[in-house]
């Protein structure tokens, strides 16, 4: 079987099918696996709880979160006694999974295209066609894999954009900062991560709304970010599109399956998709490995997109509510709301909660319920 796509999502399902003993073979169009990072790289507590991640390629805890108006003035600030967020070296996370994948006894081919698949053939730039009878689609946000199966695909988008520079030991206090800013962020938000390492500068919106461009905005935000520290070395740019339409309803077919940004596996509200992908694979492998040994189509039924949906409509709800901010005065005014009790408890409940996507065991998705 083939893996389309060598991003956390490909390399995790295709290290779980290896280990289910199915021939795997994963391909991608990089050469390089550093190449082409569109993540933050932000782990949250429930996803460093639940997976052995590797802890030498995450950087300090983050517990302090501070929620900025346009003003940039009086800030809601949150903290928590745990560590909320870790912040990974992407690089070299793609490269242990990767490790960890052909370990497994998966074949891992850089530099290869997928360029279609018909009659249990796919086509590849860069490589000879190989006979697959299943095909996973990892290949990001707008994925041919899931247009060629006829599956479900992304039509909700946010757009990014990313500044990583590392800063001078002890220079700063790792804090999470969010600014909600029309000007810059429209219908999201502006961000700076520092965890005493490295600082991630970012601006997120939607396309349709960003008329000067998301790079000039990213720029105009990164000169008075709030707790930008004073660069050292190089800077890494980043940026791509965000699918926020949540998970797709159609995610499998006799031919193939979507996971990652291609299942829309990505929160509709805080747009984080590690955890998502990680959880949305170990169901994504353990139903095609059911599949592949059955042949019974009905095990597909159980990677299904509208019981994923169910279990976050509020957030659905909330994505939309945040599209509808289109002012400063509007903005001032959500703020303001989250000063009060209510409030700062939504807020903590987003930032430090642990709802943020439904658990994806096997024995249990086949019978989801809106909770």
Known sequence: MLVVGAGLAGLHTARLLAGRELTVMVVDRRRSLAAGIRTTGIFVRRTLDDFDLPGHLLGPGVRDVLLYPPSRRAPVHLASDRDEYRVADMAAVYEHAHRAAEAAGVQVLLGVRYDGTAGGVVRLEGAEPVAARFVVGADGARSRVA?????????RFLVGAELVHPIASGTTSPAFHCVLDPRVAPGYLGWVIDDGEHAHVGVAGHPEAMRSGVR????Q????????????GPVERRGGPIPVGGVLRRLACPGGLLVGDAAGAVSPLTAGGLDPCLRMSELAAAVTADYLRTGDEQVLRRYDGNALRARFRGRLLLRRLSTGIRSVAAAEAAVAFLRTGAGRAAAARIMFGDGSFPDMHPRLVGAAAPS
């Open 147 to 155: 247009r060629d199966l006829g599956l479900d695909v992304n039509r």
């Open 216 to 219: 000039h905005l990213l720029e």
């Open 221 to 232: 935000f990164a000169e008075t970010a709030p707790g930008r520290a004073a660069p050292v």
